[in-house]
C-alpha cells in the first residue's frame, strides 16, 4: 500500500459548489454481476463476461497488447500474471485511488473487488473452462475501436517519420505540418494522440501539439504522454480550429538502442458545422513545480507542492497527473476562498500510463473564483524503485526522462457568476443537500 504518512488529507465538509461533485458513488454499480463466492467459477459464465468489458478493447488480436485474452485457450497461459496484476490493481491500466474524491469516471475500465475476487477464485480453483454455452457472444469491434473517442474526422500526422538514432542522449524538436484540410472553422468534440509506426511508442515520451492559425494566433490543441488516451470534452463544451491551420508538434523522444522512425498521430471529432458550444475548454497545465522540486538520494516519499489559481467560476472536466520515473502518487485539492479544503482525486503512478481521468459530467468538480487548486506530489528515488534510474543522485526538475517533474494537465471551461450558481443550484435540488 503506497505510503500515506505525508498526506495531509484535510476532511471537510463538502462545500455546496463540490457536494454534489464528489458523488462518492462506486463505479461498481455500473459493473458486471459476479460470482458468489462460494460458487464454481468458470471461465465461460464467470470470467469472459469481466474480460470483455475491460481487457479485450486492447488484449485482442491485431490491438496494442501484446497477448490475446478473447478465448478460453489464449487466456489460459497467462491465468498466473492475469490473477496477480488484477489483484495488485495494475491491470486494467486505472490508477485513481477508490476511497478518496471522486469515483465517477467515463470510460472507466478498473475492477469491482468482487469481479477481482472472481478472477482470483478462478485461478486459485484450477481455471475451469466452464460450458461452452455460457460463453457469451464474442464483443464486436469496429475500426472506430481503435480510437478511444471512436472513428475520427480529421487525422493528422507528421509531414515525416522522425527517425530515433539506435543511441543518442534525449531529443527535443519542433515539427510543423502543412494547413489541415479543413474548408471552414470546426469546434473539436473530442482530441487523441498516439505515436505511430512500429516501435514508436518506445521512442515518444511525449507530444504537445498546438494551432498556428492563420492570423498566426496560437491555440493549445492536444498533449500526448505515455500511454494516454483520449480527452472527450462534455456536450456543450469544444476547442476551436479554424480553416488553414497548421499544427506544431513539439515533441520529446528518446533512443532505445535500435534505430527507431516515429509518427505522431493527432484525431479529431467535430461538432456538426456550423454549432458553437456554449463554452471553450481549455487545458491548464497546472501547478508547477520547477523551482521545488527537491529529491534527496535514497528518499522514498520526498514530496512537492504546486498551485493554480482560479480567477473565475470554473467546471473541472479532468485530471491527469504528471510525474517521472521516481513519481509513485498525486492528489489534487480544492482550496475554497472560505479556506475549506476538499480532496478532488488522488492516483498512484505509473510511468507507462500517463492516463486522463475524466470525471463522469454530473460530477465535474464546480468551483467558485478565487479557488486555489493545491497539487501535492510524492517521489520514491530509493532503491525500492524499480524504474528508478540511480537512487544514489539527487533529483530536481528537468525534461529529460530521468529528471523530474511536477504538473497536472486538467481540462476546464469557465462560467460566469450566474450560470455557475445556476449550476450549483441544480446539483442541490438533484442531491437533495442543503
Not at 89 to 108: A, H, T
Not at 239 to 254: D, E, M, N, Q
Amino acid at each position: 500500500m503506497t505510503s500515506r504518512r505525508n498526506c495531509s488529507m484535510r476532511r471537510a465538509v463538502a462545500p455546496l459548489a463540490v457536494v454534489a461533485a464528489i458523488g462518492m458513488a462506486s463505479t461498481a454499480a455500473a459493473q458486471e454481476a459476479v460470482a458468489p463466492v462460494d460458487a464454481q467459477v468458470t471461465f465461460t459464465r464467470d470470467v469472459a463476461p469481466i474480460l470483455q468489458r475491460s481487457c479485450v478493447r486492447c488484449h485482442r488480436p491485431g490491438s496494442i497488447a501484446p497477448m490475446s485474452l478473447v478465448t478460453y485457450e489464449e487466456t489460459r497461459p497467462w491465468a498466473r500474471s492475469i490473477k496477480q496484476r488484477v489483484a495488485q490493481r495494475e491491470m486494467p491500466p486505472w490508477y485513481v485511488e477508490r476511497n478518496i474524491g471522486i469515483q465517477k469516471f467515463v470510460d472507466d475500465p478498473s475492477l469491482s473487488d468482487e469481479e477481482i475476487a472472481t478472477i482470483v477464485q478462478w485461478v486459485d480453483g484450477g481455471t475451469l473452462r466452464g460450458n461452452p454455452a455460457d460463453m457469451p457472444p464474442p464483443r464486436q469491434f469496429a475500426t472506430a475501436d481503435l480510437w478511444q473517442l471512436g472513428e475520427p474526422d480529421l487525422l493528422i500526422h507528421l509531414p515525416e517519420p522522425v527517425i530515433v538514432p539506435a543511441e543518442a542522449p534525449d531529443w527535443w524538436l519542433t515539427v510543423e505540418t502543412e494547413p489541415v484540410d479543413l474548408s471552414e472553422d470546426r469546434y473539436i468534440r473530442a482530441v487523441e494522440s498516439r505515436p505511430s509506426l512500429p516501435g514508436a511508442e518506445k521512442v515518444v515520451h511525449h507530444a504537445v501539439t498546438s494551432m498556428i492559425f492563420p492570423d498566426d494566433e496560437r491555440g493549445f490543441l492536444n498533449e500526448y504522454a505515455v500511454g494516454k488516451n483520449a480527452d472527450i470534452f462534455p456536450e456543450g463544451t469544444g476547442r476551436l480550429i479554424k480553416a488553414g491551420t497548421k499544427i506544431r508538434y513539439s515533441l520529446h523522444v528518446h533512443a532505445i538502442g535500435e534505430e527507431t522512425p516515429a509518427d505522431v498521430v493527432v484525431a479529431l471529432k467535430f461538432y456538426p458545422k456550423g454549432y458553437t458550444p456554449e463554452h471553450v475548454i481549455f487545458a491548464a497545465h497546472a501547478a508547477d513545480s520547477y523551482d521545488t522540486i527537491d529529491i534527496p538520494a535514497g528518499d522514498d516519499n520526498a514530496r512537492v507542492d504546486g498551485y493554480y489559481f482560479l480567477k473565475e467560476p470554473a467546471q473541472v472536466v479532468s485530471f491527469q497527473p504528471h510525474l517521472h520515473n521516481r513519481g509513485k502518487r498525486q492528489c489534487v485539492e480544492a482550496i475554497y476562498p472560505s479556506g475549506m479544503v476538499e480532496t478532488l482525486s488522488c492516483a498512484k503512478h505509473n510511468f507507462a500510463w500517463m492516463l486522463n481521468y475524466t470525471y463522469a459530467e454530473e460530477v465535474q468538480p464546480l468551483l467558485p473564483a478565487g479557488t486555489n487548486l493545491h497539487l501535492i506530489s510524492w517521489y520514491d528515488n530509493s532503491e525500492n524503485n524499480r524504474y528508478n534510474p540511480d537512487p544514489r543522485n539527487w533529483i530536481g526538475f528537468g525534461n529529460r526522462s530521468m529528471d523530474e517533474m511536477a504538473h497536472t494537465w486538467m481540462n476546464i471551461f469557465y462560467l460566469s457568476e450566474e450560470e455557475f450558481e445556476q449550476r450549483v443550484e441544480a446539483r442541490r435540488a438533484k442531491h437533495g443537500t442543503h
